[in-house]
């Protein structure tokens, strides 16, 4: 299958420097941040959190916001990140499933690149799907949407994995099912909420749980199982 993973909060832990780069955007705009947990605003797009934190629709101010986030971002924030535990092997054992991996998130794809090459994964994601800077994409039905044009996926092949309702809304927009990992940001109550075709706890259940979607998939279609001669 093609499956398309999120970034943020599905593949590594980035709250750290998103944190921090929200605190200096919000300080850099004279308006400290009096939200207890801005962790839970890791996986939706900027303009729609600093639209929130802001209390603000004007377009230039949450701009001008998004400029001091990214100033701290690109040199510092960005590395401020881990990997999360088993996701290599999870990643090598995908791989070695003859799965085709991308990475489709709404961070802008000139982050995620660096991100994906400072972790050592490119080996797993030749193929690195994100935003733009504009702002374009950063809705997951969109970024969804082109990926699935831009490399003609068929949908009843393609899987999306990813830790936030966005990202389970933007696979079922386009027909395509979609895993929840609970590890990241959205929560089980979150993600059980937008229904995806399965939510998993741990890295161990993700392999097992993809593995069990793609057999599915083929005996649906008729294809030799094991224990079928083909």
Known sequence: MHLLFDLDGTLTDPAPGIVACLEYALGEMGVPSEDPDLRRF?????QETFAELLSTTDRVEIDQAIGHYRTRFSDVGLFENSVYAGIPDALSELA??????RVATAKPHVFADRIIDHFGLRDFFPRVY???????????KDLIEYVLKSEVLPTNATLMIGDRRHDIAG????????????W???????LTEAAPAAVVQSVGDLVA?????????????????AESPS
């Open 42 to 46: 890791i996986g939706p797009p900027l």
């Open 96 to 101: 070695e499933m003859g799965h085709d991996l």
């Open 130 to 140: 994100g935003s733009e800077l504009s702002g374009e994409r950063t809705d997951k």
């Open 171 to 182: 696979a079922k927009a386009n027909g395509v099912a979609a895993i929840g990992v609970s």
């Open 184 to 190: 990241g940001f959205g929560g089980i109550a979150e």
């Open 209 to 225: 749980t993809i593995g069990e979607l793609a057999s599915d998939r083929d005996s649906a279609r008729g294809a030799p199982t």
